[in-house]
């Protein structure tokens, strides 16, 4: 009896031991379910969603290294400044896309953030574009409107602005408002600030903007539209109008023309009295390209720009693809100047023409 009682407690005792350290026992989580980035392919290649929303953004944007030599086109000098026939630029630019559908339609945030070092010299960054769209509306710093509603004079062009046209050089705080209509006509509304350029502040001193309208048509043939603007410190206007034609699948050509109201000949000599919308000398100014595909990798392009005080720029280059995202595009430039241009050539460089050149080795991603 004894041995019974005494089999049964130390059963008790194991039962009771084991229930205990079973209580105490660790229990490991099962690990939670990993939120994979998702495509998102309602913009268009590149998009993904930000984990946890149904905002997409893309990140994108280029490293490129342009060495120059020769002459300015610009002015006649030394393209390196001083007695430098050379010159070297590394940019990187980066861009942030990002997007969401709302009740008022897609709400758009972009910014193109840029760094660059120019012959040994940290430039920094700057924001080259950052705004905000909905529903039509456009708010923020983006390259004038005079100049990238119609398209920029030489899209492949490295030193498309030689006679300035509005280039993507400028920028401006603006709000604008675009209708898109179905049949591939928009017409824009827009006031900018304007901003400092090449050492003459175009920005507005009050409150009265400057203004600009503008209406284009696409179509499968190509592109005519036309803009004007109202100078707002200067009381002038500036008009401009473009037509692009696609020639063939591997051929096409453009022609634009500019005229500015008042244009003072002498605003070259003193700085003053200029026309934010009528960046050229004179009264009227215009411009032509074309690009031509040689091969799958390879496109020709060109470009003949003519101002009233009469300067001439033409530019030639060959865009070569060497692999897919890395471009490589030699580019010869030469400038006949005319009018003031002309005098400050001859006096300061001692010539009325000027001829350089220009690499560009780019990587897109």
Known sequence: MAVRTLLF??????????????????????????????????????????????????????????????????????????????????????????????????????????????????????LHQGYIELGGFQIGVNDVLFGSWLGYAGEAIIQDDVIQYGSDSLSSNQVSYTFKGGNGFSAIVAAEQGEE?????????????HVLAGVKLQQGWGQIGAVVGYDSVQDDVGVKARLDVSLTDSISAWIM????????????????????????????????????????KATINGQAAYEEQG????????????????????????????GARKEQAESEFGDDDAIGGIVRFQRNF
């Open 9 to 126: 407690s130390s059963v008790a005792t194991i039962i009771t031991t084991s229930a205990a350290y079973a209580a105490d026992a660790v229990v490991v989580a099962e690990p939670e379910p990993v939120e994979y980035v998702r495509v998102c392919d309602a913009y268009g290649k590149g998009f993904f969603y930000l984990p946890g929303t149904e905002t997409c953004l893309k990140v994108n944007g280029y490293l490129r290294v342009d060495v120059a030599g020769g002459d300015d086109p610009y002015t006649g000098g030394h393209i390196g400044g001083d007695d430098d026939t050379w010159y070297a630029r590394t940019r990187a630019e980066i861009r942030f896309d990002a997007r969401s559908e709302t009740e008022l339609g897609t709400l758009r945030s972009f910014a193109d953030t840029r760094f660059q070092f120019t012959n040994g010299s940290d430039g920094g960054a700057s």
């Open 311 to 338: 300067t001439w720029a033409l530019a030639l280059n060959v865009n070569y693809e060497l692999v897919p995202g890395f471009i490589i595009r030699p580019e010869i430039d030469y400038t006949k100047f005319g």
């Open 257 to 296: 023309a500019g005229y500015q109201s008042d244009y003072d000949s002498d605003s070259f000599n003193t700085n003053q009295n200029r026309n934010w919308y009528g960046l050229w000398e004179g009264d009227w100014a215009g411009w032509g390209g074309f690009a031509v595909k040689v091969t799958e």
């Open 197 to 209: 350029f090449n050492g003459y502040d175009y920005v507005i001193d009050d409150y009265m903007p």
